[in-house]
């Protein structure tokens, strides 16, 4: 037992609160794409061959990462141990997506397999960006955490940027289409959970508010929050369901030029060299 209150005390351990585009955030941004560059390298000379192992290999890191988490907030050890589930973190945010489809994504194949890939190449890049661009309240004084939602959400940018690279997922206008069900699925049980968590009681106690789309909670998206403060329920989630597809299909949408923009340089670059 006195083990075990160690482990908690280290990973409770804490730092100064890191700010937007301090050194810390700064770091693990820059990480979120040189781990996508060295991934994208070794696949080019074949040393990674198992684009679905990768991507599930992701996915069960950070499930473990959000095990940490709860763990984290859930135990008390300053008079006894002692552990309360941590409502407010129940792990079914947007942001905490890529852990199950990409988990699912690994475990399936075919029509299945290519719809989750298309979502964690679209719908979770934006997702992932949108926190390390504007990270918002997600940092706090404990340095575990912070390192397991930097990596969380970094992970997003870096899993779709390899999946574009290896052409795993493709980028074309289907991609959006086949990520679309994903999304909605995922968005449902959101809907559905912060039902059951309001007749429950649990928001009498707890910020449970899955997707930030209770209609029972205050929301804290930027933006949208607004929208919530004047829109009817029902029009507000419709607003929330075309923003995030607008959302992914600009990602998609870079995607594809990039895409296209790539063989253009490069036989500008061979035309070069050739001139030399």
């Not at 050194?23 to 693990?28: D, E, G, N, R």
């Not at 135990?75 to 941590?86: K, L, M, N, R, V």
């Not at 990409?102 to 890049?125: E, Q, S, Y």
């Not at 289409?177 to 995922?186: E, N, R, S």
Request: hydrophobic letters at 50%; aromatic letters at 16%.
């Amino acid at each position: 037992m006195e083990f075990f209150r160690k482990v908690l005390e280290v990973l409770d351990t804490e730092m100064e609160r890191p700010c937007a585009y301090g050194w810390f955030h700064l770091l693990f941004f820059a990480l979120s794409f040189g781990v996508a560059v060295l991934l994208c390298a070794l696949y080019h000379k074949g040393y990674i061959k198992n684009v679905k192992k990768v991507v599930f290999i992701t996915a069960v890191a950070l499930i473990v990462l959000e095990v940490y988490k709860i763990i984290n907030y859930g135990f008390s050890y300053t008079d006894g141990i002692e552990f309360s589930f941590p409502w407010s973190a129940f792990p079914w945010q947007f942001c905490s997506m890529p852990m199950y489809v990409g988990l699912l994504a690994g475990l399936t194949r075919g029509k299945i397999h290519d719809a989750l890939c298309c979502f964690l190449a679209t719908f979770a890049v934006f997702a992932g960006a949108a926190v390390m661009v504007h990270p918002g309240d997600v940092f706090i004084e404990t340095i575990g955490v912070n390192i397991q939602t930097m990596i969380c959400h970094g992970s997003m940018i870096t899993i779709g940027i390899f999946l574009y690279y290896t052409n795993h997922v493709k980028a074309e206008f289907k991609t959006l289409l086949k990520a679309i069900p994903v999304f909605a699925g995922c968005l449902s049980v959101a809907v559905i959970l912060n039902e059951v968590g309001h007749s429950a009681g649990l928001t009498e106690d707890y910020f449970f508010n899955m997707f930030y789309v209770s209609r029972h909670e205050e929301g804290h998206l930027p933006v949208y929050s607004d929208v919530q403060a004047v829109v009817p329920y029902p029009w507000c989630l419709m607003i929330y369901i075309l923003a995030f597809a607008i959302a992914a299909f600009a990602v998609l949408a870079v995607a594809m030029g990039i895409t296209r923009l790539a063989p253009m340089l490069s036989k500008r670059k061979r035309e070069k060299g050739a001139q030399l």
